[in-house]
């Protein structure tokens, strides 16, 4: 419960320095970049979350999909 | 398909099939958030919370992965099964076109071709240590996966639907998914949410040795929850935050793994779980780009935590450095611990049968490191082409850009890794080490 | 607080029936300068564009055409880069040649004047210098859209 309040408490904090700053659409040339985008690759970011998915006991942080198998 | 390559001597059972490798649905929702979140038009090609898309896109990744041998001294030698552990063949395809002003689909495949021997139980060696049963039979396996995706744009984000069906040969799997983005704050802040269903089908294809009880089908369900928030925070700098729960309902057991009981008779129980479990995931991550150096730092953390009572904290930082105009190398390192759940054991006591039971590895306490090394090269207009009219109509343009990218890592597992302490009794012998050598090709049309 | 937040966004942004402001910026080649108010009389196309926003990239080559099929006394089309880094976008002209002046602002002071939500923004104006469609963003079907546009302002 107190991690849960901890994370809102974290998000609240990135709300409100996000509006503080408000980077202009023609701003964002930094922003565009492939290295500066959560994922770039696809099929990497799927490969990795299937292999410690499938190793691990933790599930992926942000698929939203269902599915799997019978193992974990 | 499974084809057998050698019996099981000795106890008169029969081979196993392997099901330790398997997918969680691809990470396009992945994809999708982070994407979104600064509803770009973005250079980078990947489709934005603002517009679809500009070009057709096409990439196919090709990956082996293995895993070292069990180490001589966590084995048990007494003629059954190998030391020698896993190796997985895997190709992936992933289509991006942009069918109409406001729409885009995509479509992810991937088949995968497993063989090995996994871990079976654990039993006490001669000093009373912990020592890992490989199983017996080396087993070959395949995987076939794909996904569908279709995201539509509105004036201020995007809706998504999603549909997936993913099979081994001993199960079957469907997902449904439905996800909507939305901007705020002249595109500086993204909301985003999504759910999935999915319904399984187990049907372990060999007899599994079990004494107490009898092997059985299994389904089970879940439904999955997502909730992000994406935030431009500096000209160089964007975060996110987000939380994923999930419940699942129905047979969670691992048919192929035991547990062995230290009762005169040396019995083999089943692996047992609760038919019921919950997880909550909260994932915070960072990127921040340092101009004078053409590099970019990543920095992800989760932690999560389920109703088995295992918590997990990772630790994923990646430096990025652009040389010239057209190479990125990015090393990489992630740390990972997690906690034991509550019914892992080893080995079960003289006498005790608990209702819940399991020495699969992945439920135990242990830390692991990974190493990793990509290098990506961006190859602009590589091509030029007047591109027929039909082709036009799906996103080609009139030039080929094209990405390639090799990568390879290293991951140690060990007790001795992780943030809660381990007891001596409870580090799993089978714990693993491994090593993915990856290259992906990707061209926008 | 949060809501305050989601609340601000552009106040001033110009739209269908504002005067379009009179402006000079220097050329991005830096060999003169670009000024609105020689355009007077003229349709005129205002395309914003950066070399890092991939459907301004896309729509260059179509703007281009649009302008080679129209008589050059009646309608014209202006260029205002927004790259900090003027190179890749003089490396971008020069793969992709246009026939049409692209003036250069890199400290973003017409799109804020503008009121720009989004890129790329453009403007099509009339031959008084009102702004009488405002084009945000560039789709698939967005050039035969303004081919329409265009020909009615003409018949004008």
């Known amino acids: 419960m107190r991690r849960i309040l901890t994370i809102a408490a974290a998000a609240a904090i990135l709300i409100t320095l996000g509006g503080c700053t408000v980077v202009k659409p023609w701003e964002r040339d930094l922003l565009a970049r492939r290295d500066m985008a959560f994922e770039s690759d696809t099929l990497e970011a799927a490969r990795e979350a299937h292999i410690y998915f499938s190793k691990e006991a933790s599930m992926p942080g942000g698929s939203g999909g269902g599915g799997g198998c019978g193992c974990n | 398909m499974v084809r057998v390559k050698e019996q099981q001597r000795g106890k008169g059972m029969l081979p196993q099939a392997q099901s330790e490798f398997c997918l969680p649905r691809p990470s396009r929702r992945l994809a999708a958030l982070t994407s979104s979140a600064l509803a770009l038009p973005g250079i980078a090609g990947t489709a934005t919370a603002d517009s679809p898309i500009e070009r057709a896109e096409a990439s196919a990744a090709f990956s082996y992965y293995v895993e070292d041998d069990l180490s001589r001294n966590k084995f048990l030698e007494d003629g059954v099964g190998d030391r020698e552990r896993y190796e997985v063949y895997t190709t992936q395809l992933r289509f991006d076109l942009p069918v109409s002003e406001r729409i885009d689909l995509g479509i992810q495949m991937l088949y995968e071709e497993m063989s090995g021997a996994s871990p079976w139980y654990v039993a006490p060696g001669t000093a009373g240590e912990s020592l890992q049963v490989m199983s017996g039979a080396t087993i070959e396996d395949e995987r076939f996966d794909a996904t569908i995706d279709a995201d539509f744009y509105l004036d201020k984000g995007k809706d998504t639907f999603s549909a997936g069906v993913s099979t081994e040969n001993d199960y079957l799997s469907f997902h449904l998914g439905i996800g909507a983005d939305r901007n705020y704050n002249d595109k500086n802040t993204t909301l985003s949410l999504s759910g999935a269903f999915s319904y399984d089908w187990i049907d372990p294809s060999d007899q599994n040795f079990v004494s107490t009880t009898p092997r059985e089908d299994g389904e089970k369900w879940s439904i999955d929850l997502f909730g992000g928030l994406s935030q431009v925070l500096t000209r160089s700098t964007t975060g996110q935050i987000a939380i994923n729960y999930k419940h699942s309902d129905g047979f969670l057991n691992d048919p192929y793994k035991v547990i062995q009981n230290l009762d005169s008779g040396f019995g083999l129980l089943s692996d047992e779980r609760p038919s019921e479990k919950d997880q909550v995931s909260i994932l915070g991550r960072i990127r921040q780009h340092i101009e004078p150096l053409n590099a970019s730092v990543h920095f992800d953390y989760r932690f999560y935590a389920d109703t088995y009572s295992i918590t997990s904290h990772t630790v994923d930082l990646a430096w990025h450095q652009g040389i010239m105009n057209w190479l990125t190398i990015s090393p990489s390192v992630r740390y990972y611990s997690q906690s034991k759940a509550d019914f892992y054991e080893t080995l079960l006591p003289v006498g005790i049968v608990p209702k819940e039971r399991s020495s699969d590895f992945r439920l135990s306490p242990y830390g692991s490191l990974s190493l990793r090394i990509k290098a990506e090269v961006v190859l602009e207009e590589l091509l030029r082409y007047d591109a027929p009219d039909w082709l036009r109509r799906v996103g080609v343009a009139d030039g080929l850009d094209l990405i390639a990218a090799f990568s390879y890592e290293r991951y140690l597992s060990d007790g001795n890794y992780a943030l809660v302490s381990v007891e001596e009794d409870d580090e799993a012998p089978g714990l693993v080490k491994f090593q993915v050598f990856a290259f992906t090709l990707t061209g926008r049309f | ?156």
Not at chain 3, 30 to 47: H, P, T, W
Not at chain 3, 100 to 116: C, H, I, N, V
Not at chain 3, 121 to 146: C, N, Q
Request: aromatic letters at 10%; hydrophobic letters at 40%; a neutral charge.
């Open chain 3, 1 to 156: 607080m949060f809501f305050f937040f989601l609340m601000t966004s552009q106040a001033s942004a110009l739209g269908a029936g504002d005067r379009a402001p009179d402006f000079a910026a220097p050329t991005l080649d830096g060999a003169g300068r670009v000024e609105l108010s020689d355009y007077r009389g003229k349709v005129v196309y205002l395309d914003f564009w950066a070399s890092w926003c991939a459907p301004c990239l896309k729509a260059i080559p179509e703007i281009e055409e649009i302008r080679s099929e129209l008589p050059a006394d009646a309608f014209q089309v202006v260029a205002v880069n927004l790259d900090q880094k003027k190179k890749k976008a003089l490396r971008f002209l020069e793969k992709h040649p246009i026939g049409y002046p692209s003036a250069s602002d890199p400290k973003g002071r017409l799109p804020e004047q503008f009121g720009l939500e989004t890129m790329p923004t453009s403007y099509l104006i009339d031959a008084e210098g009102v702004i009488r469609y405002v084009h945000p963003g560039f789709k698939k079907g967005d050039g035969s859209k303004l081919r329409h546009e265009i020909r009615a302002l003409l018949e004008k």
